[in-house]
């Protein structure tokens, strides 16, 4: 899916195409309309990054799915953290 803002509109709103995803991922999280995890995949950050935004927006930390618990597993296996 491919969404267009407009020039104007995206510069009114102190947006590029990083902070509009983060926004895109952020409210949809905060909606539980998407897991931590696959917000994170939305807007392509690691989760300390995610968890950093999270905290700044005074988001509840929502319970792990399982689903979530193996691909952050397999995320930190991949990076050597663990």
Do not use: N, Y
């Not at 969404?3 to 909606?31: C, H, N, R, S, Y």
Request: some cysteine; glycine content about 4%.
């Amino acid at each position: 899916m491919t969404i267009q803002i407009p020039d104007p509109i995206a510069q009114q709103a102190g947006l590029d195409e990083q902070a509009a995803l983060k926004e895109l991922a952020l409210t949809l999280f905060a909606q539980k309309r998407l897991s931590a995890s696959q917000a994170r995949k939305l807007c392509g950050v690691d989760f300390f990054e995610f968890e950093q935004w999270r905290h700044e927006r005074d988001l509840p930390i929502r319970e792990f799915m399982m689903d979530e618990l193996e691909s952050d597993l397999e995320t930190l296996r991949s990076e050597g953290l663990l």
